[in-house]
């Protein structure tokens, strides 16, 4: 269990659903992870739930707005990157390529960010904490323990993340058959990525948010009975666990992850 009071920058540190259906979304999810639900007015934006694990908040969901529907975008979970400054990462952003589909505003009280869109057309947050830093639970089951990075061009998607955190970088094959870059932050791995392939079928350039399970097998038929979906069937990753990609009632995709415990 790792319990976080701050993030450092250049660190993925919330996640949150926009969803057609913020009440059955709310059903589904906290039935499959155990999760409370927190509805928290935010004015004309609505509701915003805030989704808890013993008592501390591990990530979010809320209605998606008329006009979001109407720009045909799907529910989507989306993943925020804590920065020092929301305007300097946005600005550095578009210096390197990338587009802001969401200058920086004010959170209320509980931080200021950006939405951004990297060359390839993946969206991600920058979140500069006040009050609120982030996840207050990561890496036990229930909680976001991974963010990847599904990439048209690993070289551009490289070149933009490395330029924008200060990420270095490190490559695998073999255990995916395919080339893993897995994403450092001051030596920490904090994300990765991969080359979208012909047979996903049409898979768009996106950064997928992983939650931890204790049993893969099990979460996938709780899932299902649930009205979920399972996109990936189960693979077995050796020296890591075995991951599975899902969609929720709602066509959210997410994975989830039975992570092998570290050698003691």
């Known amino acids: ?44 934006a609505g509701m915003y739930t805030m989704l808890q694990k013993g008592g501390k908040h591990v990530c979010a969901l809320y209605a998606m707005s008329g006009q979001m529907r109407e ?13 020092s ?8 952003a578009q210096e390197l390529g990338g587009t802001v589909l969401k200058q920086p505003f004010d ?29 207050e639970l990561v890496g036990e089951p229930g909680t976001l323990c991974w963010n990847e990075l599904y990439a048209t061009d690993l070289e551009v998607g490289m070149k933009f993340y490395t330029g924008l955190f200060g ?3 490190s490559k695998t094959t073999g255990a995916i058959g395919q080339e893993y870059i897995e994403f450092h932050n001051s030596g920490q791995p904090v994300a990765g990525t991969l ?18 399970v204790e049993d893969c097998d099990a979460t996938l038929a709780k899932l299902k009975s649930l009205g979920g979906k399972v996109e990936v069937e189960p693979m077995v990753v050796k020296d890591v666990g075995k991951f ?6 709602q066509g959210g995709y997410f994975a989830v992850a039975e992570l092998k415990a570290p050698p003691s």
């Open 85 to 92: 400054s929301a305007d300097e990462s946005a600005e550095k």
């Open 1 to 44: 269990m790792a319990e976080m009071e701050e993030y450092a920058p250049g660190t993925f540190c919330w996640v949150d659903l926009a969803t057609t259906d913020a009440e059955a979304a709310k059903s589904f999810y906290t039935e499959l992870f155990g999760w409370t639900a927190n509805d928290v007015p935010v004015g004309e």
């Open 195 to 212: 080359q979208i392939r012909t047979e996903w079928g049409e898979v768009p350039p996106n950064w997928a948010v992983y939650f931890a």
């Open 244 to 249: 599975a990609v899902v969609q929720d009632p």
């Open 107 to 135: 959170v209320l009280v509980v931080g200021r960010m950006a939405v951004v869109q990297d060359p390839m057309g993946a969206t991600f947050a920058l979140w500069e904490p006040m009050q609120h830093a982030g996840a």
């Open 167 to 169: 990420w270095t970088v």
């Open 71 to 83: 720009q045909g975008i799907p529910p989507h979970w989306r993943s925020y990157v804590s920065v």
